[in-house]
T-cell receptor, first 111, second 117 residues
């Protein structure tokens, strides 16, 4: 059973608009949530994280929102740029464990 | 500063053959992870080391997979014998320290893409 779910395999957004990527989780023991970005033939790179005690974290064009009661988080990218085209993985961690990843969402920014 | 280094980048073998992957973490990072990423999936943790000790290997298929991290720096992941279902990207990651109740960013290498024919 998947503990971290990304239900949209792909998302297409026009350049300059807002991209919203969604993620749901089932394990209430997770205490950190992260977003990783992955280009083809490269390893995932860390983008932004949020602690379970917060509901929002912002870093430049990237904002992550956490709704603990709904076990849902989202990544907002605004404005979207062509270089944002990549696969985005939602991940979660509890305690000192390794990361549990979702399947990823392929974001395509259209000019 | 150099990132996580993995080799080889690509490997093609026939089933039942052995294969080994090598990882050199970022200097000073005491925690090292091996993940496997199947096509269309997210990475899945295989094993986690703190220094030279494997502290979580519950997801490592121990009948054919083995790993070691001698001297707490470089690590090797081995599959013997390989099966068709082992075709995947094997990712290595490292982090500076893992503190109970805390989190430290994991830095990933580029991965080794294994194809088993």
């Amino acid at each position: 059973d998947q503990q971290v779910k990304q239900n949209s395999p792909s998302l297409s957004v026009q350049e300059g608009r807002i991209s919203i990527l969604n993620c749901d989780y089932t394990n209430s023991m997770f205490d950190y949530f992260l977003w990783y970005k992955k280009y083809p033939a490269e390893g995932p790179t860390f983008l932004i994280s949020i602690s379970s005690i917060k509901d929002k974290n912002e870093d430049g064009r990237f904002t992550v929102f956490l709704n603990k009661s709904a076990k849902h988080l989202s990544l907002h990218i605004v404005p979207s740029q062509p270089g944002d085209s990549a696969v985005y993985f939602c991940a979660a961690v509890g305690g000192a464990d390794g990361l549990t990843f979702g399947k990823g969402t392929h974001l395509i920014i259209q000019p | 500063e150099a990132g996580v280094v993995q080799s080889p980048r690509y490997k093609i073998i026939e089933k039942k053959q052995p294969v080994a992957f090598w990882c050199n973490p970022i200097s000073g990072h005491n925690t090292l992870y091996w993940y496997r990423q199947n096509l269309g999936q997210g990475p899945e943790l295989l094993i986690r080391y703190e220094n030279e000790e494997a502290v979580d290997d519950s997801q490592l298929p121990k009948d054919r997979f083995s790993a070691e991290r001698l001297k707490g720096v470089d690590s090797t992941l081995k599959i013997q014998p390989a099966e068709l279902g082992d075709s995947a990207v094997y990712l290595c990651a490292s982090s500076l320290v893992v503190v109970a109740g805390g989190f430290d960013e994991q830095f990933f290498g580029p991965g080794t893409r294994l194809t088993v024919l």
